[in-house]
């Protein structure tokens, strides 16, 4: 069996989404935690010897590191043989959902939750950009999620695990109460934690955490 050392940092959900994969795969793994708070990811020494493009997560595989968490979670889906399409129409579904969190949901609530809780004092028109970005991108989702169980259909994916990560987090970190003002995400969201195995980021990640400078969720 494969041997599986995690280089993370708990409030990372690019980091949860490997934990959460390899967990619900029956795996386990050795977590490196990874001082990003402190800039160890931006200096010379660790993207020399650990991850030439300065980011978390990195995955080793009997030592190998491997880097950019939506190849590893399609490798992983075809190693493991879970949570990957079945059809065609099926793996270009979840290839379409995968990318376009990369791209959009992630890329966003992630930098959106990291100025808005783990610093002192954020832009206010920055994360008013970043907002409504957000909520365009949270009304796609809750569209789909009316009409379908996950993201391809009726069976989870690598697609929901990649953009349920960031999502989550608790209500005083992404500024949202999707219960409130998002029901159909809420309950995907819900159907994802029932999976036998779930945990969640702070459950599967341990170690020093970010400062976090809690804040009530926004308004919608």
């Known amino acids: 069996m494969p041997s599986y050392r995690l280089h993370y940092f708990p409030e990372s959900g690019n980091s949860y989404k490997l934990a959460l994969m390899l ?38 595989v009997d030592g190998k590191r491997l880097t950019q968490t ?49 610093t002192p004092a954020p832009d206010p028109h920055v994360q008013k950009h970043f907002r409504r970005r957000l909520d365009d991108f949270l009304g796609i989702l809750e569209q789909h999620m009316k009409k379908n169980s996950f993201a391809i259909g009726e069976q989870p994916s ?3 695990i990649s953009m349920m ?14 219960a409130t003002s998002h029901p159909a ?8 934690a029932n999976l036998p195995g779930w945990r969640s980021a702070y459950d599967l990640l341990p170690g020093k955490r ?11």
């Open 158 to 160: 690598i697609a929901d």
């Open 165 to 178: 990560a960031y999502l989550h987090y608790p209500a005083d970190e992404t500024g949202y109460d999707f």
């Open 185 to 192: 995400m809420s309950a995907w969201l819900g159907r994802i």
């Open 23 to 60: 967990t619900l795969c029956g795996e386990t793994f050795e977590p490196v935690w990874t001082d990003f708070g402190g800039g160890v990811t931006r200096t010379a020494e660790w993207r020399r010897s650990v991850n030439e493009m300065g980011e978390i997560p990195v995955l080793e």
């Open 70 to 118: 939506a190849p590893i979670l399609l490798q992983l889906a075809e190693q493991y043989g879970r949570f990957g399409g079945k059809t065609p129409e099926e793996k270009f579904e979840l290839l379409r959902w995968l990318f376009w969190d990369n791209h959009k949901l992630t890329g966003y609530m992630a930098t959106y939750r990291y100025y808005r809780a783990f």
């Open 210 to 220: 970010l400062k976090h400078y809690a804040r009530e969720a926004d308004s919608i």
